[in-house]
């Protein structure tokens, strides 16, 4: 299917366009109002990093946040987490100010965060101990969410002796396990291979239909923005604003086969306009690099 014959990416069946009005009508959980960051720079001056940002998510919504390398993705996640603070404006989870990190925000980076000098079941229980649980109870909830996940037998495991799919889903167990009301996640996929991704994106799917959460999920790749989300915030550079909020046309549960679908596609393409813009005549690659081959027969 081309560009041409693609549908409009607004368009959707009544069952979409329901299940997404039934989230749009729960509780707002979280609310970003007019946030903006601006970071000083070593001239004296300030570069605005992001700009009036104001958006709400839904109670177990599946929200992803999307743009450019460096449009303020990371630090948009991080001030929702406490961890930095807006510059001015604010972000309320059920409607009171997020000044710090809290215990109903868990967070997944893209680096494998695990504490190397403790086990997987260390790792998962130090979630729990961190909002005061006493070991043996932070032990026996660890053991069974490694057991929810797959990986019971490499309790006494290191993550070093894992591999990267395994340790993300050890830290997405660590983030879940004080039972968050938002989890957070910064490109948690972004280092493993196509496979594996594919793999983690379907069981993250089924983890969130089988709790109660709400999802944040910042990624680069647009397939799997349209394949996990309801809704997706993509944001411009420079400075970081809102470009669009865009509904998901696509039904749920997902299915690897709605890849190909004429409702995914178009939003997938609506999206790369969004943010890739044609590139600029003065940005193109005019230089040639110099042959040091030798001979043309790979030509
Ligand atoms: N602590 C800081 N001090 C100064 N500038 C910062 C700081 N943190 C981030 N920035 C700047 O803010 C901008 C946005 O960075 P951020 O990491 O949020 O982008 P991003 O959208 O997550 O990028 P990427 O897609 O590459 O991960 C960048 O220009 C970065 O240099
Ligand atoms: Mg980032």
Known sequence: MNSATLPDYKRMTPEVRERLDRI?????????????????????????????????????????????????????????????????????????????????????????????????????????????????????????????????????????????????RVAIARALVPQPRVLLMDEPFGALDAQTRTQMQNYLLEVWRNIDITIIFVTHDLDEAVYLSDRILALKANPGEINELIEVPVARPRLSRMLLEPEFLATREHIDKLIRPPVKREDRCDFQIINMVGDKTHL
Request: aromatic residues 8%.
């Open 24 to 168: 749009a009508a729960r509780p707002v959980i979280l609310e970003g109002r007019n946030v903006f960051k601006r970071f000083p720079t070593s001239d004296g001056g300030e570069h605005t990093v992001l700009k009036d940002i104001s958006f709400q998510v839904h109670s177990r919504e599946f929200l992803s946040i999307i743009g450019p390398s460096g449009c303020g993705k990371s630090t948009l996640i991080r001030i929702l987490t406490g961890l930095e603070s807006a510059t001015s404006g604010e972000i309320l989870l059920d409607g009171k100010p997020v000044v710090s990190p809290g215990a109903e925000r868990g967070m997944v980076f893209q680096k494998y965060t695990l504490f190397p000098w403790l086990t997987v079941c260390g790792n998962v229980m130090f979630g729990l101990e961190s909002i005061g649980k006493d070991r043996d109870t932070a032990e026996n909830v660890a053991l069974q969410w490694l057991d929810i996940i797959g990986l019971g037998k490499y309790a006494d495991y290191y993550p070093r002796q894992l591999s990267g799919g395994m340790q993300q």
